[in-house]
């Protein structure tokens, strides 16, 4: 029982060895799940009621990939994170736009 929130894509080459900034948003009051990159939001789909849970509970997974997909399609394959994650967080309460954006400016203060 699961269900993937796709985005579209967000990367190029031109952006190798550039530090990101990405976020996903689960919401279950909204029934959206929205992602972010540096700030601003690239997709957001509603959640259906056949995959809607008021609690989210996060079970055993990988940081960074995805070493067991469940399908055994091409275009569904293993996906390998090649670079390093300076931070996770993962919060108890769904943030909006504006708290993704600041969120994002704040990290940047030491970048600049």
């Given at each position: 029982?699961h269900?993937?929130?796709?985005?579209?894509?967000?990367?190029?080459?031109?952006?190798?060895g550039?530090?990101?900034h990405?976020?996903?948003v689960f919401d279950?009051?909204?029934?959206?799940?929205s992602?972010?990159?540096n700030?601003?939001?690239?997709?957001s789909?509603?959640?259906?009621?056949?995959?809607?849970?008021?609690q989210?509970?996060?079970?055993?997974?990988?940081?960074?990939?995805?070493?067991?997909?469940?399908?055994?399609?091409?275009?569904?394959?293993?996906r390998?994170?090649?670079?390093?994650?300076?931070e996770?967080?993962?919060?108890?309460?769904?943030?909006g736009?504006?708290?993704?954006?600041?969120?994002?400016?704040?990290?940047?203060?030491?970048?600049?």
């Open positions: 029982f269900r993937v929130y796709y985005s579209p894509p967000i990367w190029d080459k031109s952006m190798s550039q530090w990101m990405l976020a996903s279950p009051a909204s029934r959206h799940v992602h972010y990159a700030g601003k939001r690239v997709a789909q509603e959640i259906v009621d056949e995959y809607l849970i008021e989210l509970r996060i079970g055993n997974g990988e940081i960074g990939n995805w070493g067991q997909p469940f399908r055994e399609t091409p275009w569904f394959a293993i390998n994170l090649n670079g390093r994650i300076d996770l967080a993962i919060l108890n309460s769904a943030l736009d504006e708290e993704i954006e600041t969120l994002y400016q704040d990290s940047q203060a030491g970048r600049r």
